[in-house]
């Protein structure tokens, strides 16, 4: 067990739909990041946040945002959805920024688009 | 050509074999690097983790990291059935806003 929580688990929802993912980090972990990962493209940074305010940014789509809340949960906002955006989504934590300090992923929300 | 790339696989051994995973990066700015286990679709867990080049051994496990030609190793001694798994690399910079890049994975099975 990482210490890093996601829910759901599992979803599965029509396309056009929104959905929010959720991930609480490890206790005492102020960096919170996503990542994608699909069959073809693998794990794919989405964004990052330290102490509520974003760090970096990566391959993230117009239609996803993402914020990080005073209690370091995080949640992932991902609207108008396509089936190409079925994957699984990992959250991952870490006391800092990625240079340096260990990140810790979470076991992944897996959604399904249909 | 991507900032990382890794060998997908599928990586087929025996029990007890050496394993020899690789992967090459393109950015020279990189600075830290890892690996990671993922089991069938469960979240990556860190392996083995470097700073600049060298060695590191970890039991079983031995990591290299040569920056001179942007080539890292994870090597398997005495590989067991419990090792297959999806092996990941990973990389990052040493500077704040940036991000760590994962290679694509390389499948391992381990037979007995």
């Known amino acids: 067990d990482s210490g890093v929580t996601q829910t759901p688990k599992h979803l599965i929802t029509a396309t056009g739909q929104r959905v929010t993912l959720r991930c609480s980090p490890r206790s005492g972990d102020l960096s919170v990041y996503w990542y994608q990962q699909s069959l073809d493209q693998g794990l794919q940074f989405l964004i990052q946040?330290?102490?509520?305010?974003?760090?970096a940014k990566g391959n993230i789509l117009e239609r996803f945002s993402a914020q990080q809340f005073p209690d370091l949960h995080s949640e992932l906002n991902l609207s108008s959805l396509e089936l190409g955006d079925s994957a699984l989504y990992f959250c991952?934590?870490?006391?800092?920024?990625?240079?340096?300090?260990?990140?810790?992923f979470g076991e992944g929300s897996w959604l399904t688009v249909v | 050509q991507k900032e990382v790339e890794q060998d997908p696989g599928p990586l087929s051994v025996p029990e007890g074999a050496i394993v020899s995973l690789n992967c090459t990066y393109s950015n020279s700015a990189f600075q830290y690097f890892m690996w990671y286990r993922q089991y069938s679709r469960k979240g990556p867990e860190l392996l083995m983790y470097t700073y600049s080049s060298g060695n590191k051994e970890d039991g079983r496990f031995t990591a290299q990291v040569d920056k001179s030609s942007k080539y890292i190793s994870l090597f398997i001694r005495d590989s067991q059935p419990s090792d297959s798994a999806t092996y990941l690399c990973?990389?990052?910079?040493?500077?704040?806003?940036?991000?760590?890049?994962f290679g694509k994975g390389t499948t391992l099975s381990v037979s007995s």
């Open positions: 946040y330290y102490n509520g305010e974003e760090r």
């Open positions: 991952a934590s870490s006391v800092g920024g990625p240079s340096g300090n260990t990140i810790y």
């Open positions: 990973a990389m990052t910079p040493n500077q704040a806003g940036t991000a760590l890049i």
